[in-house]
Nanobody, 122 residues
């Protein structure tokens, strides 16, 4: 398995931006597709963005499409999520996850970070 540690969360005003980072260690980073999920209190975990392990192709959930960008630096074993034009409804704990296959479901991923809190004030 791969170990994941997220960072970069915090408090931001509506309309602002944040860049989350996820550092991976353990098994070879390039063996995994990576994803970002989020979970707000009382809600299910929601897919935010993903990046494939082979080509680095990206795909996004409806709630962040056009406002979020996922990227990776394979030399640093790190994946990023840049979030712009943040809204109060983006408030959630954001999780990084790794999967040996491509997917949008939480069940597709078998390694998870501890999460980082993002709070957007109105």
């Amino acid at each position: 398995q791969v170990q994941l540690v997220e960072s970069g969360g915090g408090l931001v005003q509506a309309g602002g931006s944040l860049k989350l980072s996820c550092a991976a260690s353990g098994r070879t980073f390039s063996s995994y597709s990576m994803g970002w999920f989020r979970q707000a209190p009382g809600k299910e975990r929601e897919f935010v963005a993903g990046i494939t392990r082979t080509t680095g192709s990206t795909y996004y959930g409806d709630s962040v499409r056009g406002r979020g960008t996922i990227s990776r630096d394979t030399t640093k074993n790190t994946v990023y999520l840049q979030m712009n034009s943040l809204k109060p409804e983006d408030t959630a704990v954001y999780y990084c996850a790794a999967s040996p296959r491509l997917g949008r479901r939480a069940s597709d991923y078998d390694s998870w970070g501890q999460g980082t809190q993002v709070t957007v004030s109105s």
